[in-house]
Structure formats: C-alpha cells, structure tokens
C-alpha cells in the first residue's frame, strides 16, 4: 500500500489532463487576463490624460497610473518608458482604425468603392473634432516616439496600407504593395497636416484624394502597358 501513493503521483504528473495540470494552466490563464486588464487600463487612462493635456502640456507617467490606478511597479513591469508606452497607444489606435476601416470596405461590392471608403474612413479621423483633438494630443505628447525603441518608430502607413493591395489589385496594379504602401503614406500626411492645422477635410478635398489614390492605382499598369508597346 505505500508503494500506491507514490505510483499514483506519478501517473497524475505525467497526465497533462490531472487536477495539478488544470489548475496551473488556470492560475496563468487568470494571470494572462489580469495582466491584459492592467494593460488596457494603462493604455485607457494615458489616452484620458493626454485628452486633458492636449497640447499644453505633457502627460505624465504618475498622471497615468494614479488615473489607471496601478502601481509604479506594473507600469515598469509592461513599459521600459513613456515613449513605449506612446508607441502602445499609437499601434493601439492603429489596430482600431484597421478594423473599423476593414468593416467598412466589407460595405463595398467593387474595388473602386473599397478605396473611396478606405480614404473616408482615414480621413475622418480630422472630420470629428473630439477624434481630432486626442489624435493630435497624442501625436504631440508622442512627437520622440521611436527615437529610443528597438522597433524604431510606429507607423499607421504599413498596417492601413494592407487594407489597400486587394482593391489596387483587381483595379489593375502591377506592383499592388508599393503603390498601396505609397497611397498610404499620401493619404497619412493629408491627414497629419489636417491635424495640425486644426482643418476639417471638406468632401471635395476627400473625394480628390480618393481620385488620386484610384489613379496611383492604375497608373503602373498604364506605365507598364506603354513601355510593353515602344
């Protein structure tokens, strides 16, 4: 019988599916998700605070975690600095303007329609004043993002531009990711300039450089077309 303890504890370890097993995995799953939540609230109450700074003043990091109510500590323990944290916020808003701009090019039946609701949805960003306002606090409060960051830099160009090689594609572009790499670098700095000029986009200016964008579209493969027929 004591020989029974031991050989059954083995057996149990070597089951992935034991009482032991599922409850690590839970303890770091509940940590996972805990981990997460601080993260968010982090992002969440540095976006509050920059909102309220605008561009008086800089957000600072106790600002921040007094807002987010955490610790010195869990700030450190997920960003080495502030700046990472600005990246953070920058890629964050990034992935929400991809998605939101995703669900609505999934309105559109043709190419044509996906790139004019692509720009739409770019520019948009200075068409609303709140949006505007905090977008533009947080580039100003992050203007040195990057400069110390192993990534380097984080930019909106790359992942938005992704949106755009499948429309460029079928509307004809030979090279469909560097034009829609350069669309989007475009449509970017229009938006940036709006930002910093505290303009809105009028509906001519968004419906010309949905124009031009259809246009960069086309054009490498009427160039391309013209060198094939010298």
Not at 69 to 92: M, Q, T
Request: hydrophobic share 40%; glycine share 6%; aromatic share 4%.
């Amino acid at each position: 019988m004591r020989n029974a303890i031991p050989e059954s504890s083995r057996s149990a370890a070597a089951d992935t599916n034991s009482v032991t097993a599922r409850i690590a995995r839970q303890w770091v799953e509940r940590r996972g998700v805990d981990h997460e939540g601080e993260v968010r609230r982090l992002l969440d109450a540095a976006l509050d605070v920059v909102r309220r700074c605008g561009t008086t003043s800089r957000a600072r990091v106790a600002d921040i975690v007094a807002a987010a109510g955490v610790s010195n500590d869990a700030f450190y323990r997920y960003f080495p600095s502030k700046d990472a944290l600005f990246a953070a916020i920058l890629e964050d808003g990034t992935e929400r303007l991809q998605s939101y701009l995703a669900h609505q090019m999934a309105k559109e039946p043709t190419a044509e329609g996906q790139v004019r609701r692509w720009v739409d949805g770019v520019l948009a960003q200075a068409a609303d004043d709140d949006s505007a306002s905090t977008t533009l606090a947080v580039l100003w409060n992050g203007g040195s993002v990057g400069e110390g960051l192993p990534t380097g830099r984080p930019s909106a160009s790359g992942p938005l531009a992704a949106l755009l090689r499948g429309p460029f594609a079928e509307l004809g572009s030979v090279d469909a990711d560097t034009d829609s790499v350069l669309a989007a670098h475009a449509v970017v700095g229009v938006l940036s300039d709006h930002l910093w000029d505290r303009r809105r986009p009028t509906r001519q200016a968004i419906d010309h450089v949905a124009d031009v964008c259809l246009a960069m579209a086309t054009a490498t493969s009427s160039a391309a077309s013209t060198r094939m027929h010298r």
